[in-house]
């Protein structure tokens, strides 16, 4: 077996890298593959579109020039222009050239179905001309294609997609899309996922959208593991003002509590605790989250109440305000019970009787009520979110344990490219390294490996860390 007569592994490794986003990886495995691969020409052409993809426009340009490539342009719409008349044009969009930045945005919306790394190129050619808007619905469609982005790449994505929500669209598609950038970050599969999250919101109140930058770091909250980073992040985001609302909320509607329960039992009839009901489900509908649009709001409201599961998807976390209630009403019960057992003590001894009887019994029920209330629902608040907290984290845990090290199963059939710790987990455990001096071939280049599965022969690649910082185990073909 010699590497150079496997062109079909070539060419799956090729076309990995580039499902993972790793352009300049996947220019050096072009640069590198054997003449069985492709033409000359093509070859030059892709490793060109590569550089550019990864950001070296100056390499991408050489790689072109010594082609001696031709770079005329057609009139728009006159039909799909060959690879090489679209590298041209990006790299003279790159220089300033403002005819080629037209050319380019009008081919990609025209021939982007049939291409759709077109959209790749021409976000990136528009983020190096600053063309903002165009960048992000580039990116944001780049989103759509259910591509694995590197870090940085799913940090500017990210950044687009969330800039590009409808402030008073519906509550579902932004729910989604906020989700999906959950998904895109966990995605690049490096362990400090978190500070890409954090960065995309740095960059979104950078770009004076806090209430963006709130959300997504919200969206984290529901669909990720939790971490430090995230949190510290959002707390950091959230104005006073919030914190101290929902502090006032709380003491309104506990003082509510009690007063309704006070005349229930007065009354001897439940009455005014339904009104108290109620009231409560609909002052939750109304209330608005400072600095957000109502849309904006109910999403924030919606992230709160759901949660994403390794396992079972998005899931209910079903404390909502029924829970609250409950609660609220058993400690203000609690309250008064404690407080009337101290006003019997107090007659008993018989101190402070006249008091008592003038309507200090009455204001000490209310306040025992009262106190009982705000303790009972502070403290089923803390402890809900720290069980939940814990719950989460250790599923998480387990499903991480999981996909990095699934033990010596083969998943060859199912996995493609692997990342990072992964990558080096699922080598470790169920391949075996091929040794590249008896006849294997050159290595690819140093710190690259050659790893082979013991069932399948399926023959992995496992790169060094690559322009993205990343390691990455790229699956090729069964080599005999
Ligand atoms: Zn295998």
């Not at 003491?251 to 009690?258: D, E, G, K, N, S």
Request: proline share 4%; with cysteine.
């Amino acid at each position: 077996m010699h590497l150079d007569r496997q062109p079909s592994t070539w060419d799956a490794w090729i076309g990995t890298a580039a499902d993972v986003d790793e352009h300049a990886l996947r220019a050096r495995l072009v640069r590198s593959a054997p003449d069985a691969w492709k033409g000359y020409r093509e070859r030059a052409l892709e490793e060109s579109l590569s550089l550019l993809l990864a950001g070296e426009a100056l390499a991408a340009r050489g790689v072109l020039l010594a082609l001696g490539a031709e770079q005329a342009r057609g009139a728009p719409g006159t039909g799909p222009a060959g690879l090489e008349t679209v590298l041209g044009a990006a790299l003279d969009a790159t220089d300033g050239d403002d005819d080629a930045y037209a050319w380019l945005v009008d081919h990609e919306e025209r021939h982007a179905l049939q291409d759709p790394r077109l959209t790749r190129l021409l976000a990136v050619v528009a983020d190096s001309r600053d063309e903002t808007e165009v960048a992000d619905r580039a990116w944001s469609e780049v989103m759509a294609q259910a591509v694995r982005l590197d870090p940085a790449r799913a940090r500017r994505a990210v950044v687009a997609l969330v800039s590009r929500r409808e402030r008073d669209g519906l509550i579902g598609p932004m729910v989604a899309d906020l989700l999906s950038c959950v998904a895109l970050v966990r995605s690049t599969q490096v362990e400090d996922w978190d500070q890409v999250a954090v960065d995309a919101a740095h960059d979104l109140r950078a770009r004076g959208d806090v209430a963006g930058a709130r959300l997504l770091l919200r969206a984290f909250r529901a669909a990720a593991p939790p971490t430090a980073p995230v949190d510290r992040a959002r707390r950091a985001l959230t104005p006073a003002a919030v914190s101290v609302r929902a502090v006032a909320n709380a003491v309104v509607f506990t003082v509510l509590a009690a007063g309704a329960l006070a005349l229930a039992v007065r009354w001897g009839n439940p009455l005014p605790l339904f009104a108290l009901a109620v009231l409560a489900v609909a002052g939750a509908r109304v209330v608005h989250v400072p600095g957000m649009t109502e849309q904006e709001g109910n999403v924030w409201q919606r992230l709160g109440a759901v949660e994403l599961d390794p396992r079972r998807g998005i899931v209910e976390t079903g404390a909502g305000l029924a829970w609250f209630a409950v609660l609220g009403v058993a400690g203000a019960l609690s309250g008064l019970t404690a407080t009337s057992a101290a006003t019997s003590q107090l007659r008993e001894a018989g101190r402070h009787g006249a008091w008592l009887d003038g309507g200090g019994g009455l204001a000490l029920w209310f306040v025992g009520m009262l106190a009982g209330a705000v303790a009972a629902v502070l403290m089923g608040r803390w402890l809900h979110t720290a069980v939940r907290r814990h719950e989460t984290a250790r599923r998480w845990a387990a499903a991480d344990r999981e996909g990095v090290s699934p033990g010596a199963a083969c998943r060859c059939w199912q996995v493609s490219a692997l990342v990072d710790e992964r990558a080096l987990g699922y080598a470790g455990e169920h391949l075996l390294p091929l040794d590249r001096h008896r006849g294997v071939g050159d290595p690819l280049d140093r710190g690259d490996d050659l790893w082979q599965c013991p069932e399948s022969d399926t023959l992995w690649l496992l790169t060094g860390p690559g322009g993205s910082g990343r390691t990455v185990a790229l699956r090729g073909t069964a080599v005999g």
